[in-house]
């Protein structure tokens, strides 16, 4: 699998799809500043958690197999 391909991430309020090197960092003042895992949609500005890799790899699989 290729990790050139940017992941593909669909914002949680306005459902628009954005690739993850898109999206903002969702906040510069957190103290977790630049440790937490969410992302600003370049949209709608909401602030989306990032989702887990092993649940990306598990679409895939389904996507894959479905056929």
Same mark, same amino acid.
């Given at each position: 699998?290729?990790?050139?391909?940017? #992941?593909?991430?669909?914002?949680? =309020?306005?459902? #628009?799809? =954005?690739?993850? @090197?898109?999206?903002?960092?969702?906040?510069?003042?957190?103290?977790?500043?630049?440790?937490?895992?969410?992302?600003?949609?370049?949209?709608?500005?909401?602030?989306?958690?990032?989702?887990?890799?092993?649940? @990306? #790899?598990?679409?895939?699989?389904?996507?894959?197999?479905?056929?």
């Amino acid at each position: 699998m290729s990790q050139a391909t940017a #992941r593909i991430m669909i914002c949680g =309020f306005c459902a #628009r799809e =954005f690739e993850e @090197d898109r999206a903002q960092t969702a906040c510069g003042s957190c103290l977790l500043n630049g440790g937490c895992r969410w992302a600003r949609c370049p949209h709608c500005g909401y602030e989306n958690p990032e989702s887990p890799r092993w649940m @990306d #790899r598990l679409a895939t699989w389904v996507d894959r197999h479905a056929r």
